[in-house]
Each structure stands twice: as structure tokens, then as C-alpha cells.
């Protein structure tokens, strides 16, 4: 399990959008994006580098915890 910060979600449809994003990186099992906490909890074995890259696709901020 991995965790990530990420910066610039404000509503739900960021939170939505942040975890769509993560959820289709290769290797991914599960994800859960936590608004309040600005942090994304990933299971599987994706990369780090692919799930940063993948949240700042989307339009946010990312880095691991």
C-alpha cells in the first residue's frame, strides 16, 4: 500500500476525478481518495511515478507520502 498527497482537490468531483485517474494505472487493485485528509491510498503494484503522473494528469498536485 502506498499513500499520496495531493494538492488541489476542493469538491467531490475532484475527489471523483483524482480517483478515476488513479484507477486505471496499470497495476492498480484498489484506490481510495480521501478529500478531507488531501490523500490518495493506493493497493497493488503500480508505480509511485505512474500514480504521480496519473493524479497530475488530471489536474492536481501529487507526491508520495
Known amino acids: ?3 499520496f498527497k495531493v494538492e488541489g482537490m476542493k469538491c467531490a468531483h475532484c475527489q471523483q476525478r483524482v480517483h478515476d485517474a488513479v484507477a486505471v494505472v496499470a497495476g492498480v487493485n ?3 481518495v480521501s478529500l478531507q485528509d488531501s490523500k490518495a491510498v493506493v ?3 503500480a ?3 505512474a500514480v504521480i503522473d496519473a493524479v497530475e494528469n488530471a489536474g ?3 507526491e508520495e507520502c
Do not use: L, R
Open 30 to 32: 484498489k484506490v481510495t
Open 1 to 3: 500500500m502506498k499513500e
Open 47 to 49: 508505480s509511485a511515478q
Open 60 to 62: 492536481f498536485g501529487c
Open 43 to 45: 493497493e497493488g503494484n
